[in-house]
């Protein structure tokens, strides 16, 4: 049997002392005042989708009744003992629990927009330069010209919905601490992270409201949270994490 680590919280938090007790499949390992959300996993079990939908579940539950550090999706161990002195012995345990401190009143939202069809013509027929690239890129043309069109388009008009998106997520920008862009698609969407305090969640869920309002005939906004503290660097002041921006420091 394989242990799945999920997430590390404070020994006393309320998930592992009320929850944990009552589902069979999680326990709590603890050590030093931290524990660890695990998950038994047969040996030689290969990761579905399914499980990582269960382990988000777990995490976003657990985050509800307090603060939770989540560790990467796939992160397992054989046994709580090595749980205990790998992870939450010093200095590793050290370390965690820096982060977790760090995590203690945030959480994290996202927001996707998806700018409408109506938009993107908009922002294509303000474009002086894509009009122009446009008239030379009829049936008549050669296949590499219309090569370049359809390149420059889809660079002219990421670049356009970036900025449309900046000016949106600036809006919020009085009740959230840190956002950052996560993904990018050339189907006209952009999904952002937010940082926000606990205490500040009913704020920005009216603010989200209002803003969606304001851009409903422009773009659909789908707000999803709070989640654990996935897109950010706890350990530096809440400052947006140094990882690919297709995906956040802990793998989701």
Do not use: C
């Not at 998106?165 to 809006?171: I, K, L």
């Amino acid at each position: 049997m394989t242990l799945l680590l999920h997430g590390v919280v404070q020994g006393d938090h309320p998930f592992v002392a009320t929850r944990v007790p009552d589902e069979p499949h999680l326990a709590a390992i603890e050590r030093d005042g931290l524990a660890v959300i695990v998950r038994d996993l047969p040996d030689d079990t290969q990761l579905t989708d399914e499980d990582g939908i269960g382990f988000l579940d777990v995490l976003v539950r657990a985050m509800r009744e307090g603060p939770v550090l989540p560790l990467r999706f796939g992160t397992v161990a054989p046994d709580a003992d090595s749980v205990r002195s790998e992870v939450l012995a010093p200095p590793a345990g050290d370390d965690l629990r820096a982060r977790l401190e760090g995590v203690a009143d945030l959480v994290e939202l996202r927001i996707t927009f998806t700018l409408s069809e109506d938009t993107l013509q908009t922002l294509f027929n303000e474009d002086a330069d894509l009009r122009v690239a446009a008239s030379r890129g009829g049936a008549m043309a050669e296949m590499s010209e219309r090569v370049e069109l359809g390149r420059l388009v889809a660079e002219r008009l990421a670049a356009r919905r970036s900025q449309l998106v900046a000016d949106w997520t600036e809006r919020l920008g009085n009740v959230v601490e840190e956002a950052t862009t996560l993904k990018t698609s050339d189907e006209g969407w952009e999904q952002v992270a937010f940082l926000t305090r606990r205490g500040r969640l009913a704020e920005l869920d009216s603010a989200v409201a209002t803003l969606a309002e304001e851009v409903d005939e422009q773009a659909l906004i789908d707000y999803v949270g709070p989640l654990p503290i996935y897109s950010f660097d706890p350990a530096s002041s809440a400052t947006p994490a140094q990882a690919a921006s297709q995906g956040s420091r802990w793998g989701f």
